[in-house]
C-alpha cells in the first residue's frame, strides 16, 4: 500500500487540500464563515439546485431506459449480441466533450433536428439529460445486466411453478436479488451525472452549471478562489456520501448471492412479449448510441465544397484553426496517444499495487482505502488540475513545465478503473494456492509471477484498455495544466468549440470523430479479450 498512498498523498490529497486552503485563509487565518456566505448566495443555490435535480433527472431517465437493455443482454441470446454489447458500452468510454459534440450535432444549430424540422434542444435541460442516458446507459446495462445473467432462473421458475405468475415470480424473487445490483447502477449514474462537466459546459450555455462547470467558472474566469473551495467542498461531501453508500450495496451484492455460469442462462426470444422487448431494445440502441455517433461523423465529412475529408485535411494547418492553436491541431493526436499510454502504466502501476493490497484481510482501514480510491471520479477534476498548478511548482515537486504533469492528472482518473477491474479477479484466486507455493518455497515476487498474474493477465489488459480510455478523455484537469504548444484532444475540440467560424466547428467535429474511433477501437478489443468476471465495469 506504500506506493498507491503515496501517489494519492502528493498527487490528490496535497493539491485538493491546497487549493481549498489557499481559498479559505487569509494571512493563515481560516475563513469557515465564508462557507455560510457562499451557500447562501441565491446564484450558488440555484447551481446546487440544478446539479441534485439535474442528477436525479437523469439518473430516473437512464434506469427507465437502460434496464429493459440489461434484461436483454442478460437473459436473450439473438445475433451480433457481443458487438452490440461493445457498441453500447463506446459511449462510456468516450470523453464528455465528445458526448457534448455529438449532440450539439444532433439537436444544436445546424445540427439534423435543425435542418430537418427545425428544433434546437441545446441550451435546454433536455439535451443535457440525454446525453447523460447516451453517456451511462452502459453503466445500467454492464453492472445490472452482468449480475442478472449470472442469476439462477431456475429458482424464478420455480416460483412459477408452485403458482406465482410471471411479473410475481420476477417480483418476489429475481428483483430482490438485483436490488443491491439496481442501487450500485443508479448510484453510479448519480455520482457521473452529479458531477458533469464537458456535457454541461457545451450543451448548457450560459444558462446551466452543475457544480463542477460553477467550480471551472470560479476558478479560471473570475479567480474566485474562496468561491471555488467552497464548492469543492460541497462537492467532495456530496461525493463522498454517494460512495459510502455504493460501497455498502457492493459489499450486500458480493456477500448474499450463489451464481451461476452466464454462458447457460441466456436463451432466444420466445414469445410476441420477449421479440417486441428485443426490438424496443435495438431501436433505442440505434436511436440513443449509433444516431448521435453517426450524425458526428456526418458533420466531419460535410464541408463547404460536399461531403469529403476537407476539415481533416485541415488540421495539419495551425493557420487553418484561426490561431487557436500553436501547432497544427493533428499534433493533438499523437499528443494523447502519447500521453495516454504513460498515463495507463502509471495507473497499472499504482492501481496494481492497490487492488493487491485491498485482496488482504487487513481490516477497516485497508477498506477505507478502497473507498478514497474512489475519490478522484467524482472529486471537482478542476480543482485537481488547479490544484497541480499552485502546488507542483517547488523543488523537488516543479513539475509545472514538465510533460508529465498530464499523465500524473490523467492517471488519477484511470486509477479506480484498475482497481475497480481488478479487484473481483484478485478475490477469486484461492488463498490455498498461493500458500501452497510458499510451502514449496517460492518468494512473494515468485508466488506472484507463477500463481497470480497467470489468472488475472487477461484483467490486467482489461483494465489498461479502461485506463487508456479514459486517460485518453480526460478533460477537466487536463485543460488548466496541457500546454499551448501540446494540446490534447479533449482540450483541442473545446477549444475548437469555442470560437466562432464553420471551419473551427468543421475540425472540431473531425478530432471528435478520430477521438471516436480510437476509443471505440480500444474498446472492441477489450470485448475480444475479456475474462467471464472482469470487474464492474
Not at 433527472?57 to 451480433?80: E, K, N, W
Not at 460553477?214 to 473551495?229: G, H, K, N, P, V
Not at 487487513?362 to 475519490?375: E, I, K, Q, S, W
Request: proline share 5%; hydrophobic share 55%.
Amino acid at each position: 500500500m506504500v506506493v498507491p498512498v503515496a501517489f494519492f498523498a502528493v498527487f490528490f490529497a496535497y493539491p485538493v487540500s491546497a487549493i481549498v486552503g489557499r481559498g479559505l485563509q487569509i494571512d493563515g487565518v481560516w475563513q469557515f464563515g465564508r462557507i455560510g456566505e457562499v451557500i447562501g448566495r441565491a446564484d450558488i443555490q440555484h447551481v446546487l439546485w440544478f446539479t441534485t435535480w439535474q442528477a436525479l433527472a437523469s439518473t430516473a431517465l437512464t434506469m427507465v431506459i437502460a434496464l429493459p437493455g440489461a434484461y436483454v443482454f442478460a437473459r436473450l441470446d439473438f445475433p451480433f449480441k457481443r458487438l452490440l454489447r461493445a457498441v453500447v458500452t463506446v459511449p462510456f468510454v468516450l470523453p464528455t466533450v465528445v458526448v457534448g459534440t455529438a449532440f450539439l450535432a444532433l439537436l444544436g444549430r445546424g445540427g439534423l433536428l435543425d435542418e430537418l424540422w427545425g428544433i434546437r434542444l441545446d441550451t435546454t435541460v433536455w439535451a443535457i439529460l440525454l446525453a447523460h442516458v447516451f453517456f451511462n446507459y452502459a453503466v445500467v446495462v454492464r453492472t445490472v445486466g452482468g449480475l442478472w445473467s449470472q442469476l439462477d432462473p431456475r429458482q424464478e421458475e420455480a416460483a412459477r411453478v408452485l403458482g406465482a405468475g410471471r411479473f410475481a415470480a420476477w417480483r418476489r424473487v429475481t428483483l430482490p436479488a438485483l436490488g443491491p445490483a439496481v442501487a450500485a447502477a443508479a448510484l453510479m449514474v448519480f455520482l457521473f451525472t452529479f458531477t458533469s462537466f464537458g456535457v454541461v459546459q457545451i450543451l448548457g450555455g450560459p444558462t446551466f452549471a452543475t457544480l463542477e462547470v460553477e467550480i471551472y467558472r470560479q476558478t479560471a474566469q473570475l479567480l474566485d478562489l474562496s468561491t471555488a473551495a467552497v464548492l469543492s467542498l460541497l462537492q467532495f461531501a456530496a461525493v463522498g456520501a454517494i460512495l459510502a453508500v455504493h460501497a455498502w450495496t457492493v459489499r450486500r451484492r458480493e456477500s448474499t448471492l450463489k451464481l451461476v455460469d452466464p454462458a447457460g442462462t441466456a436463451r432466444r426470444p420466445r414469445g410476441a412479449v420477449q421479440w417486441a422487448l428485443l426490438g424496443g431494445v435495438l431501436t433505442t440502441i440505434l436511436l440513443l448510441v449509433l444516431v448521435p455517433l453517426g450524425v458526428l461523423v456526418e458533420r466531419s465529412l460535410d464541408g463547404p465544397g460536399g461531403y469529403g475529408f476537407g476539415y481533416f485535411r485541415a488540421l495539419t494547418s495551425s493557420d487553418a484553426s484561426g490561431g487557436t492553436f500553436l501547432v497544427p491541431p493533428i499534433e493533438a493526436v499523437a499528443n494523447s496517444l502519447e500521453y495516454a499510454l504513460v498515463a495507463t502504466g502509471i495507473a497499472l502501476a499504482v492501481g496494481g499495487l492497490a487492488a493487491a493490497a485491498l485482496t488482504r484481510k487487513a481490516g477497516r482501514l485497508v477498506r477505507g482505502f478502497d473507498a478514497l480510491l474512489m475519490l478522484p471520479l467524482g472529486v471537482s477534476a478542476v480543482t485537481v488540475g488547479f490544484g497541480f498548478l499552485i502546488t507542483l511548482d517547488k523543488p523537488p515537486l516543479d513539475l509545472r513545465a514538465s510533460w508529465i504533469l498530464v499523465p500524473l492528472a490523467q492517471a488519477l482518473v484511470g486509477v479506480p478503473f484498475v482497481v475497480r477491474t481488478m479487484l473481483p479477479v484478485l478475490r477469486a484466486v484461492d488463498e490455498r494456492l498461493r500458500e501452497a507455493a510458499a510451502v514449496l518455497g517460492a518468494s512473494p515476487l515468485r508466488v506472484w509471477r507463477e500463481v497470480d498474474l497467470p489468472m488475472v493477465r487477461r484483467a490486467l489488459l482489461v483494465a489498461a484498455g479502461f485506463a487508456f480510455a479514459v486517460s485518453l478523455g480526460e478533460f477537466g484537469a487536463t485543460v488548466f495544466i496541457a500546454r499551448p504548444d501540446n494540446p490534447t484532444l479533449p482540450v483541442a475540440v473545446a477549444r475548437l468549440l469555442g470560437r466562432p467560424g464553420e471551419l473551427n466547428y468543421g475540425q472540431a467535429m473531425a478530432l471528435s470523430t478520430i477521438l471516436m474511433v480510437v476509443c471505440a477501437a480500444a474498446l472492441l478489443l477489450l470485448e475480444r479479450i475479456r475474462p467471464d468476471r472482469s470487474g464492474e465495469f
